[in-house]
């Protein structure tokens, strides 16, 4: 199976991150939603060509000490629950 994927656009409120760290950031959420897909496939909802105007991700939690690779897993996460299997 063939997924292609593309987010236009990802908002992430009340997220104190810095505009340098968005690289980072967009990286990490890539890898990790790359793995879910792959590991679990997508729902059967999802098959076809399909534009979604919007898609809530739910929350994620961050603490001081949170890296943009943990924040990066937790969005991922988030998301793949809107779309996955």
Do not use: F
């Amino acid at each position: 199976m063939n997924v292609r994927l593309h987010i236009e656009r990802l908002i992430l409120d009340g997220l104190p991150l810095a505009a340098a760290g968005a690289p980072h950031l967009q990286a990490a959420i890539e890898s990790e939603l790359t793995r879910l897909i792959a590991a679990g496939g997508v729902s059967s909802d999802w098959a076809g060509d399909r534009v979604v105007p919007s898609l809530r991700g739910g929350n994620v939690r961050m603490t001081p000490d949170s890296s943009h690779d943990d924040l990066g897993r937790q969005i991922a996460g988030a998301l793949y629950r809107g779309v996955g299997k």
